[in-house]
DNA sequence: ATACCCTGTAATTATAATAGTTACAGGTGG
DNA sequence: CCACCTGTAACTATTATAATTACAGGGTAT
């Protein structure tokens, strides 16, 4: 199971994309989510590392850097988790079995394949749709 | 980062479908995999309760209860990855904030669809397929 | 029947990731 | 200057994973 930042790190930018223009501090935003504001700050430091929000150090906001609707949930994914390959593969696998010596390479290409897929899908869910989602009902 | 347990027993899959008509051991598979002969009967376990292979206890060797073709890596990632919700979400958003309240439902329907993109490229490669790759170099 | 190799599984351990928390240095602005 | 804030290091608790030890009991050749 893939960790919580991700789900933690979309719901702080829908908070901020939803209140443009209010000034939310990291105890506000750890309220909404339910959980320490430091938790909260570590995030936002991620995401403005990965260019998606700007902070000001000492005063409260954060601000997208750009629409929503140009933030998708695959830029969200990789500004939280470092972590290229989705999964896993053992190391060290038999060099002298013929299943062992390419099994790696094998494995590789075709989880990467399914990982393509999954992050195309993330890729066209953005910001401005998860606010249309929670805000619009239909 | 999903585990190695998906990896390996594919691993252990293309083992058994290489070899046919051989009884592989335990410790055969774990030297190929470089690993413990438990943790191979662990998920030797896991693929018997998912119906996908059959053993008998005291007996070596196991062999497959389908073609090759017919045992795709969402099979072999749903026997040994028992969440059914790739991404976790975080609990108890504050239900009084208009974000937190639907923040949830909202996720678990975008990684939702997400996870459907990634199983469905999961299920379009087999056993049969990583075999293939395994020895027919083209 | 017995000796040997095997499976199935419980129990234990080590390691690593995650999330929560405390603490504090330093910026911001009334 | 003072109250409030961010950024970040450090520590802790919890959990998942994988490796390992141990052993009860099945299978089979002799």
Same mark, same amino acid.
């Given at each position: 199971?893939?960790?919580?930042?991700?789900?933690?790190?979309?719901?702080?930018?829908?908070?901020?994309?939803?209140?443009?223009?209010?000034?939310?501090?990291?105890?506000?935003?750890?309220?909404?989510?339910?959980?320490?504001?430091?938790?909260?700050?570590?995030?936002?430091?991620?995401?403005?590392?990965?260019?998606?929000?700007?902070?000001?150090? $000492?005063? *409260?906001? %954060?601000? +997208?850097? !750009?629409?929503? @609707?140009?933030?998708?949930?695959?830029?969200?994914?990789?500004?939280?988790?470092?972590?290229?390959?989705?999964?896993?593969?053992?190391?060290?696998?038999?060099?002298?079995?013929?299943?062992?010596?390419?099994?790696?390479?094998?494995?590789?290409?075709?989880? $990467?394949? *399914?990982? %393509?897929? +999954?992050? !195309?899908?993330? @890729?066209?869910?953005?910001?401005?749709?998860?606010?249309?989602?929670?805000?619009?009902?239909?």
């Amino acid at each position: 199971m893939i960790n919580t930042r991700v789900a933690v790190a979309v719901h702080i930018l829908a908070l901020i994309a939803s209140k443009p223009h209010e000034d939310l501090p990291s105890d506000y935003i750890a309220a909404s989510v339910n959980t320490n504001p430091v938790v909260i700050r570590r995030l936002l430091g991620m995401l403005k590392k990965a260019g998606l929000i700007q902070t000001t150090a $000492g005063k *409260a906001g %954060a601000s +997208l850097t !750009r629409p929503p @609707s140009d933030i998708s949930l695959l830029d969200v994914f990789r500004a939280v988790e470092p972590k290229d390959h989705l999964f896993a593969v053992h190391d060290n696998p038999n060099p002298h079995c013929p299943v062992g010596k390419s099994i790696r390479h094998v494995l590789d290409d075709a989880f $990467g394949t *399914a990982q %393509a897929a +999954l992050e !195309r899908k993330l @890729s066209s869910e953005t910001i401005e749709t998860i606010l249309h989602h929670l805000f619009e009902e239909e």
